[in-house]
């Protein structure tokens, strides 16, 4: 099992940037697909981005392609997203996932705590 811990949230301006990032306990993170997830206040859950096991494939939902980027670093069993240009829509709570086996929207089998992002207008 790993147990992802979000950190890096904070309040921006619009049009800031924000570096989350996503440690995963044990040695194995490496071999777990990673995505991040969000819910604003009131709306359901939905789908930011995914990187696969090795890191060579990505994913974004249309509404962050080209402002976000994620990546990770296995030997420090971290997973990063940044985040430029934010808008006040990206304003929600931003959850790290990880699964052995399942990639992209998931659904995956353990989840973070969380880590809140306000972006101010």
């Known amino acids: 099992q790993v147990q992802p811990v979000e950190s890096g949230g904070g309040l921006v301006q619009a049009g800031g940037s924000l570096r989350l990032s996503c440690v995963g306990s044990?040695?194995?993170?490496?071999?777990?697909?990673v995505g991040w997830f969000r819910q604003a206040l009131g709306k359901e859950r939905e789908f930011v981005a995914a990187?696969?096991?090795?890191?060579?494939?990505?994913d974004y939902a249309n509404s962050v392609k080209g402002r976000f980027t994620i990546s990770r670093d296995n030997a420090k069993n971290t997973v990063y997203l940044q985040m430029n240009s934010l808008k006040p829509e990206d304003t929600a709570l931003y959850y790290c996932?990880?699964?052995?086996?399942?990639?992209?929207?998931?659904?995956?089998?353990?989840w973070g705590q969380g880590t809140q992002v306000t972006v101010s207008s």
């Open positions: 996932a990880a699964d052995p086996r399942k990639y992209g929207m998931g659904p995956y089998d353990y």
């Open positions: 044990g040695r194995t993170f490496s071999t777990y697909h």
């Open positions: 990187i696969s096991r090795s890191g060579t494939i990505t």
